[in-house]
């Protein structure tokens, strides 16, 4: 019974590997979580996709030149 013990380490990590392997695999693990809340006073973000030809529609040269910057919260 001299090798028992690596022998029981080895099933262990055996197990630990086929567990983690059938975690990663599952079908909603692919799947991008939604976005987490910002914590007070942090900066969210969003990603949004828009069609390039869309935009560029959009932003004729008359809007580009009467844009406005967007309001920006000042530091403290």
């Known amino acids: ?6 022998r029981k380490l080895l099933l262990l990590a055996g197990v630990a ?3 983690a392997g059938a975690i990663a695999l599952r079908p909603d693990a692919a799947e991008t979580p939604g976005p987490s809340p ?15 030809s869309a935009v560029q ?10 844009a406005e910057p967007a309001p920006m919260e000042e530091d403290d």
Not at 38 to 52: F, H, L, N, R, W
């Open 1 to 6: 019974m001299k090798g028992s013990a690596p």
């Open 17 to 19: 590997a086929a567990i």
């Open 38 to 52: 910002a914590p007070d006073g942090g900066t969210s973000v969003s990603e949004v996709q828009e069609d390039p």
């Open 57 to 66: 529609e959009y932003w004729t040269p008359e809007r580009m030149e009467n």
